[in-house]
């Protein structure tokens, strides 16, 4: 109920109101009885004067009333001289016969010798009655005594007197009634105008602050195109632009945030390397597609550190880390291999961890592969050399006694592993041009069924040596296509010579080629030995062979078909090996017609 700001503020206006009226009452109360209270005494001081324990009477400011009754005091019935005179004086007195009595007492027994009110003869024995008696002067009564009163004792020589003023407080009680009415009345009507007031105070107040907490709660909702009329220039005016401005200033960092994490979502979701983060307990928050396609497994969203990484780096030890320190290792997922990066992402007890997974797999491959390489060179650049050296050391210690003929073919030996280190150098920088984009390709617009021609029929020769028979079956019309002529015949001499040489004597190699809308393609296709499903996928690598003893016989350095892929991919086009039905293979070249961006 008290909840609401209007409830509130008419509360503590109520409570103001209250409290005010309560300390006023109080404090009329108290001081009208005070005021009173100091009037009676000093009337009676007034009359009477102050007594003195000494002398028994002094001097009074009304020197003829105290000198009255002094006067009865000596005279016979004294009491009833007394109370003629005082009687005479009640109203210098305040004697209203009600509240206010006086009364002549016997000195000695303190018996009620004369009185205006009805005692009964009997009155209580007040402290100031008592020291009367005894011949003593009272003191002032209290606030909260339910009386005022004065015993003065006075002495004559007919005896002992006791003039006794007693006020009951009726008067002061009537009085304080009255004034707790007229405070309760004011009391009402100030709490009805308190509502009232505090009311539309309240409404003042308030109005505006439910319209921006309205404002809030819609800003919380992310709409941020509603302002608030600013209606006033007082603090709550200012409230309501400053609300506003720092709506503005809210959107404007929503939008810088929201760029940005679009930007980091974007970043992960397409980055190469795999990104995962990992709060402090190592519960997962982040995981990008990359990271997935790399543990290849699925990472769901109750994953944690120690499933994924717990065996390859232990969270802790992470944790532990001082940024920018970080740590790294090497991890085996299938056949991949991954470099891992760790670092703590925060030095608070609210960071964690995040990991960096970069594949190395192809890294490792190219490594093996120059490695590979060096040693395929050195091998095939080995075995000519030692040929060479052999048969020429024979050659220079036979001292003439060889025959001429055995001399002549140890000569041809040596001619001929020249030759093919000669071929396998010179295919070495061929690849090293390539690889280098150093050669250019000279494209131009040539006859690709005419190139066809050319080659079968540059391999002919070679064909019937072996007993081959070579066909050529072209369509009917071959396009026109873009591209350097000598390369691609290159090529295509290299996928005809390797079914010429590795297919047995008496074999049948047929050439087929074709066009499609955007391409042109060339098949070669035989029955000899075939490929071995197993190295299918590695015959385009740089010194593969399947049979490597026939390569050498052949003069074969395992650079052809390396050659030829990398002088196709610069045409934009492809190179490889067609499912093929019953021994031998099938080699496809395709082509487009022409090219869409020139390399060198």
């Known amino acids: 109920m008290f909840k609401s700001l209007h409830m509130k503020l008419m509360l503590i206006m109520l409570l103001l109101i209250t409290s005010l009226m309560a300390t006023v009452g109080a404090f009329l109360t108290t001081n009208v009885a005070s005021f009173y209270i100091d009037s009676f005494f000093e009337q009676m001081n007034d009359m009477f004067g102050s007594t003195s324990e000494a002398d028994g009477v002094a001097a009074a400011k009304n020197a003829s009333f105290m000198a009255d009754l002094l006067a009865a005091a000596d005279a016979p019935e004294g009491a009833v001289q007394m109370q003629k005179i005082l009687e ?3 109203g210098s007195l305040g004697i209203d016969y009600r509240s206010r009595n006086y009364y002549v007492l016997d000195g000695a027994s303190g018996a009620v010798l004369a009185e205006s009110g009805e005692s009964g003869g009997i009155l209580a024995s007040t402290p100031n009655l008592i ?3 005894n011949g003593e002067v009272g003191d002032r009564s209290d606030l909260t005594e339910d009386y005022m009163d004065v015993a003065i004792p006075i002495s004559g020589e007919e005896g002992r007197y006791i003039i006794y003023i007693l006020d009951n407080r009726d008067t002061v009680s009537n009085l304080n009634s009255q004034l707790f009415t007229i405070i309760m009345q004011a009391l009402v009507i100030g709490l009805l105008i308190s509502v009232l007031f505090s009311y539309l105070l309240s409404k003042t107040l308030v109005g505006p602050i439910e319209k921006v907490t309205e404002g809030a709660e819609r800003l919380a909702g992310g709409d941020f195109g509603n302002k608030l009329p600013v209606e006033s220039p007082d603090e709550i005016g200012i409230l309501t632009g400053t609300f506003n401005h720092m709506a503005d200033v809210l959107q404007d960092s929503l939008n810088a945030v929201e760029n940005e994490r679009n930007k980091l979502d974007t970043l992960f979701l397409h980055m190469t390397d795999g990104v995962a983060a990992f709060d402090h307990d190592g519960k997962l928050i982040h995981c990008n597609p990359a990271a997935t396609a790399l543990l290849q497994r699925s990472v769901p969203k109750e994953t944690i550190y120690d499933e ?11 944790l532990a880390l001082q940024r920018p320190n970080y740590a790294d290792t090497e991890m085996v997922v299938g056949e991949k291999t991954l470099e891992a990066y760790f670092a703590p992402f925060s030095d608070q007890v609210s960071g964690g961890v995040l990991v960096v997974l970069h594949d190395e797999t192809e890294h490792h491959r190219s490594e093996e592969r120059r490695k590979e390489f ?4 050195s091998h095939e650049l080995r075995t000519p050399l030692t040929n060479v050296r052999s048969y020429a050391e024979t050659l220079r210690d036979s001292g003439g006694d060889i025959p001429q003929n055995t001399a002549d073919n140890f000569l041809d030996i040596i001619i001929n592993e020249t030759d093919r280190m000669t071929h396998i150098v010179q295919d070495l920088l061929t690849l090293s041009r390539l690889d280098a984009g150093n050669t250019e390709m000279s494209c131009a617009r040539f006859d690709f069924g005419d190139a066809i021609t050319s080659v079968v029929r540059a391999n002919a020769l070679e ?3 072996h007993g081959h028979e070579l066909k050529l079956e072209p369509a009917q019309t071959l396009p026109i296509i873009e591209g350097d002529r000598q390369r691609l015949e290159q090529v295509m001499m290299n996928i005809l010579g390797n079914a010429i040489k590795y297919t047995p004597d008496g074999g049948c190699i047929l050439v087929t080629a074709g066009t499609t809308e955007e391409h042109v393609w060339m098949e070669v296709a035989d029955d000899g030995i075939g490929i071995p499903e197993k190295d299918r996928e590695h015959v385009f690598e740089r010194f593969y062979r399947v049979d490597k003893a026939r390569s050498r016989e052949s003069g074969g350095t395992g650079l052809g078909l390396s050659i030829a892929k990398e ?8 190179i490889r090996l067609v499912r093929h039905e019953g021994p031998g293979t099938t080699v496809r070249l395709t082509l487009p017609l022409r090219q869409t961006r020139r390399e060198a």
């Not at 994924?308 to 992470?318: H, N, S, T, W």
């Not at 060096?374 to 060179?377: D, E, F, G, L, P």
């Not at 002088?567 to 492809?574: C, K, L, Y």
């Open 308 to 318: 994924l990484f717990g065996a390859v780096y232990p969270l802790e030890q992470i």
């Open 88 to 90: 005479a004086n009640a």
């Open 374 to 377: 060096v040693a395929n060179v």
């Open 567 to 574: 002088i196709v991919e610069r045409h934009q086009g492809t």
């Open 463 to 465: 064909a019937q040596h």
């Open 131 to 133: 020291k009367a008696l």
